[in-house]
């Protein structure tokens, strides 16, 4: 590892360490957001399987976490948990609430949102991870083929919930159409590298913003073309999460799951 | 003489990891799941390099530990470290005969080799056999199993997700 990373420029290390922040704050945020649903989702099964999911995406995040740890850049803990919201570099998609209610309290949550979300999500970052097989930094080309063989999974289980719900009951599809709505309304930033993009691209750590973009809407195509739906246009991002642009749903998540840390390594002395 | 006694240590790490069970699954080890991918001895210091079957897996810790004690128990061992790496990444057909054996009496079905073009699989009910089996819920109890029901003996039971780097 200390081997590929003498071998950096500067200018390299900084692409490498800010598209592993991208990768590592969307998964954290993503599975935090799915642990909010433990108790909630709809029956049993789904319980279970969504938790399955959530556990393995906070894997994927902890593997990036410490990548950047093997960097130099700090614990993988404390990354995950204790930069604040201007320093998080998620897209703007996975840090957004589930719905109206707190977790404690009465949870109202949107059902249909989270599988658009997750579907739309998980399906983005397929086509990042195949692309990642190939980047030319070692240590995420290997991340991303044991990520691979676990999103399998998540991909099927989404996309198969989004299926059934959009050619289920008139009440399913009104409420999955405005999911669609909101979700792809904040999908601004979701393929955006921010600020280094150039360098990012330059150093083929991944494929350009525009290719994954494409690679995402072909593997949404089928599914949209058998429910007659129109495929989604990606809008222009209000805020850029990728340069640390973000709402105050962000930030309040920080702050809880930061809490519970803080209180974790105490208890731990 | 030195190499001969270096690889009869190497034996016997490779022989106390057989009794590195599964945490939740005792009928198996985690040589049996094909996760140990090398065992190194030099001198005192004993290394044991583990894949993990899922990244998530919580169970992960409680193996290393689990790991680790079993070597020290070695009367040659005095420093043992457990690492997991990720490359060469685990896959389901690493699991050996003798862990598809003890899944299997466990009431797990081992993974398939073959997947459909669609991604589906299949596998025969660990009880009685049957292949009149249902798919209840990919996602099982613990990231690698998936929960099936077979119609023939009216048993639910679990299989072992197949995982291959062609997904
Ligand atoms: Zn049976």
Redo the contacts between chains.
Sequence with gaps: MSNVEKMMSTEEKKAVETLLFQLADDDFLFSYRGSEWLGLAPHIEEDVASSSITQDSMGHAAMYYKLLEDLGLGNADDLAHLRPAVERKNSVLTERINGDGYYMDTPQYDWAYTVVRSYFYTQAKRAKINSLKESSYKPLQEIAVKVSMELYYHVMHWKLWFKQLLSSTEEAKTKMMSAIELVVADMGDLFSYGEQKEPIERFDLIDSEEKIQNAWLEALRPTFEKLELDLPIIPEPKLNGRNGQHTDELQAAIDTLSEVYRIDTATNW | MVALIKNSQNLEVWKVLESVKDPEIDTVSIVDLGMVEKVEVEAEQIKVTLLPT?????ALEIIRTNTKNAVMGLSFAKNVEVEFI??P???SDRVTENGKKGLKEFGIAAPPRHLEED?SWHVDCPYCNSTYVTM????????CRS?LYCKSCKTPFEAM?P???I?
Excluded at chain 2, 54 to 58: A, D, H, T, Y
């Design positions: 899922f990244l998530g897996c919580p990720f490359s990444p685990w896959t991604g209840e819920n990919i996602f099982g109890p613990t990231a929960i997700k995982v291959s780097t997904m």
